[in-house]
């Protein structure tokens, strides 16, 4: 298993035994509205969804937020050679949502993938209506590429990440009540990129 850690935040990669959990805040309106698949999913759904992303290509994790799992934050479709992820996130849990959970979640991933990693880019799709979201991610640096009735692509670039991010870092450092240093901590494996075998080796 993989701990990233971060501010207030410990991303936790997903398990079997998060399924129910995962599949609770899945099926809560709050969640599906903003979901591009809307229909209701069922614990067969999940229990494939999870074999489909237990996988070196795909990071999903569970939000721990000051010692609560409060949603689930992703980079699918992971490619080495390409250098770029696409990213994800949702607060399952509804008296989250207002909190610095998805911010500190956001800045723990990005940091890791473009400061820990090589990685240079990081691409969102997000439905069009979603409007909150896509200001969102405008202002950690994501740029829209592609925009039509049905979804936004944006991308991140390191650089554009590093420089809009800045003064957020230290905001979240000083209001953090945990305010953990940025880490990794989990063990080698198949389901890991080489790369993050490297980094739990050291």
Request: net charge positive; aromatic share 10%; charged share 20%.
């Amino acid at each position: 298993m993989l701990i990233v850690a971060q501010f207030d935040v410990r991303l936790i990669r997903v398990q079997r035994e998060h399924l129910a959990m995962i599949l609770n805040w899945r099926n809560s309106a709050h969640v599906r509205q903003n979901m591009f698949y809307q229909e209701l999913l069922n614990e067969n759904d999940q229990l494939i969804w999870f074999e489909s992303i237990n996988n070196a290509s795909n990071y999903y994790f569970v939000i721990e937020y000051l010692g609560i799992n409060v949603g689930l934050i992703h980079a699918k479709n992971v490619t080495e050679k390409e250098q770029f992820g696409e990213g994800g996130i949702f607060i399952g849990e509804f008296a989250f949502l207002d909190s610095w959970a998805s911010v500190m979640a956001s800045l723990c991933l990005l940091n890791f993938i473009f400061i820990k990693l090589t990685f240079t880019k990081s691409v969102v799709n997000v439905r069009t209506e979603n409007k909150a979201a896509v200001s969102y991610n405008k202002q950690l640096g994501y740029k829209i590429e592609f925009q039509d009735e049905k979804v936004v692509r944006m991308s991140l670039s390191k650089e554009n990440f590093l420089e809009k991010t800045a003064r957020l870092n230290k905001t979240l450092c000083k209001i953090s009540q945990v305010n953990a240093p940025l880490s990794l901590v989990g063990k080698k494996a198949a389901n890991n990129l080489a790369e993050i075998n490297r980094c739990v080796e050291r």
